[in-house]
């Protein structure tokens, strides 16, 4: 540390006190020093120590990134059907099929999402890097038969991975997707007929636990083909309503017991 400049003895006065002001100042220059090495979180208790550890604790990022630097959220979208061996999925008389519009949706759910900044991965069917997958979330987008069943085949269903290790977590995502699904496109939520296609879908058992999951049917091809085909947007606007419902902590009711 340098010594001060000030010792012109024409200036005595001036000087002495300024020699005074700069002596207090490093004092307390050199307290502050001495707290600041000698300090730890550990010298509080409660909350207040673990919020001054949390500013205090190095900002890791694995790029070398500067620390300022938030990671974008990743979200993996699965297309259902999607490059599993010309599994066309639910197909229509005039050959309209899920396979399509399912990759239609789900490409315009990874445009307005990577719109607003997510890391999106869109996934086939049976995406090798399903083995393992971390991420915020996981949806797997489907559609319903074309077959004519009755003024019934309309809506949409959900199921959630059973395998994830924080159920609660998995709960919201379901919640989320229930409750801005429906909002948005106007549709009927259907909790009858989930097969266990849903509910024990294989990419549940396939992806990393702490990874919530969930699929979803947008519709029915047979009552619901002009929303589904027609106004694809309105499907994906929904699908992402209930993602980043999710992603950002919204506020939102449990789905309600039918
Ligand atoms: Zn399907």
């Keep these: 540390m340098a010594t001060p400049a000030f010792s012109n003895s024409s ?5 002495s006190r300024t020699g005074r002001i700069l002596q207090t100042t490093f004092s307390v220059a050199f307290l502050l020093a001495t707290l600041f ?12 120590g673990t919020i001054i550890s949390g500013i205090m604790a190095p900002q890791l990022d694995g790029g070398g990134a500067a620390p300022t630097t938030l990671k974008p959220v990743r979200i993996g979208i699965v297309s259902g059907h999607w490059a599993n061996g010309g599994d066309p999925g639910a197909v229509c008389p005039d050959g309209t099929n899920e396979h399509d519009i399912n990759l239609t949706i789900a490409s315009l759910v990874r445009q307005k999402l990577e719109a607003r900044g997510y890391n999106i991965d869109l996934l086939q069917e ?6 393992g997958y971390q991420a915020a979330l996981l949806l797997s987008i489907h559609n319903d038969t074309c077959d004519v ?30 409750d801005r699904y429906g909002r948005t496109t106007g549709l009927l939520y259907r909790s009858g007929n989930i097969t266990v296609n849903m509910t024990d879908y294989h990419a549940f058992r396939a992806i990393d636990p702490s990874t919530p999951a969930a699929i979803i049917e947008t519709g029915f091809l047979y009552l619901d083909r002009s929303l589904l085909v027609d106004h694809p947007d309105v499907v994906a606007d ?21």
């Design 11 to 15: 200036r005595s006065n001036e000087g």
């Design 126 to 131: 049976f995406d090798p890097r399903l083995d």
């Design 37 to 48: 090495t000698g300090f730890s979180p550990k010298m509080f208790s409660g909350n207040f």
């Design 238 to 258: 929904g699908i992402v309503a209930g993602v980043l419902c999710f992603v950002r902590s919204e506020s939102v009711q449990p789905i309600p017991n039918p």
């Design 149 to 178: 069943i009755d003024a019934e085949a309309t809506g949409f269903k959900l199921a959630s991975s059973t395998y994830s290790r924080d159920k609660n977590l998995n709960d919201r995502l379901s919640a989320c997707l229930y």
